[in-house]
């Protein structure tokens, strides 16, 4: 079922991964990630740092992370497998397009908070990446952030899911749909070749 594969398990611990990576910064804002791997994916959790406090009309930085608001002020984030599969946080990720695949990999919102400063968000990778790098590319172009590529080990990833601890046999649950808006991204970047081979738009 796609919408199990896309879930953090609940009858799981998740191990807590030593990954605390600045994906991209200036000298106004910072965004980094931490992760925890469970048996299916790894879920991230992209954090954001403002030195001065956000004054749109929002009034805090979640929109912007969340994908709620202004399309063209949001934190862009993809990754790449080594294998070269690639996923983003950019539209939804059950519209799958006929393409249910479990090795399509997908990046599923999960809750975040968020204040004029300070913003977090979790986001959970399904399925787990192969062995190799793990690129993942962020910017938010409105607050000066262009495209950066920080890279991972899979590895790390995938020792951390063998000791991932199993509380009690799964119980189904219904699935749920949802929509959400599509994004501005740069021209002429990763974000927009990756746009553009989803659509089938050259």
């Given at each position: 079922?796609?919408?199990?594969?896309?879930?953090?398990?609940?009858?799981?611990?998740?191990?807590?991964?030593?990954?605390?990576?600045?994906?991209?910064?200036?000298?106004?804002?910072?965004?980094?990630?931490?992760?925890?791997?469970?048996?299916?994916?790894?879920?991230?959790?992209?954090?954001?740092?403002?030195?001065?406090?956000?004054?749109?009309?929002?009034?805090?930085?979640?929109?912007?992370?969340?994908?709620?608001?202004?399309?063209?002020?949001?934190?862009?984030?993809?990754?790449?497998?080594?294998?070269?599969?690639?996923?983003?946080?950019?539209?939804?990720?059950?519209?799958?397009?006929?393409?249910?695949?479990?090795?399509?990999?997908?990046?599923?919102?999960?809750?975040?908070?968020?204040?004029?400063?300070?913003?977090?968000?979790?986001?959970?990778?399904?399925?787990?990446?192969?062995?190799?790098?793990?690129?993942?590319?962020?910017?938010?172009?409105?607050?000066?952030?262009?495209?950066?590529?920080?890279?991972?080990?899979?590895?790390?990833?995938?020792?951390?899911?063998?000791?991932v601890r199993q509380l009690w046999p799964w119980e189904p649950e219904p699935e749920l749909h949802w929509q959400t808006e599509p994004p501005t991204v740069p021209e002429g970047g990763w974000f927009?070749?990756?746009?553009?081979?989803?659509?089938?738009?050259?």
């Amino acid at each position: 079922m796609a919408w199990r594969r896309r879930q953090r398990p609940e009858n799981e611990v998740p191990i807590s991964m030593a990954i605390d990576a600045i994906l991209a910064e200036n000298h106004e804002v910072v965004v980094f990630i931490g992760a925890r791997a469970f048996s299916n994916g790894v879920d991230f959790t992209p954090e954001a740092r403002a030195r001065l406090a956000f004054t749109d009309e929002r009034g805090h930085m979640l929109g912007g992370l969340h994908g709620h608001g202004d399309p063209t002020d949001r934190l862009l984030l993809g990754i790449e497998f080594s294998d070269g599969r690639r996923c983003t946080n950019l539209g939804h990720p059950l519209d799958f397009d006929g393409d249910d695949s479990a090795e399509r990999p997908v990046l599923s919102m999960g809750g975040g908070n968020g204040g004029t400063r300070s913003s977090d968000i979790s986001l959970f990778l399904s399925p787990l990446p192969p062995s190799g790098d793990l690129r993942l590319v962020c910017a938010w172009p409105k607050r000066g952030l262009p495209e950066t590529t920080t890279v991972l080990s899979a590895d790390d990833i995938l020792d951390a899911a063998l000791r991932v601890r199993q509380l009690w046999p799964w119980e189904p649950e219904p699935e749920l749909h949802w929509q959400t808006e599509p994004p501005t991204v740069p021209e002429g970047g990763w974000f927009a070749e990756h746009q553009a081979q989803s659509t089938g738009h050259s």
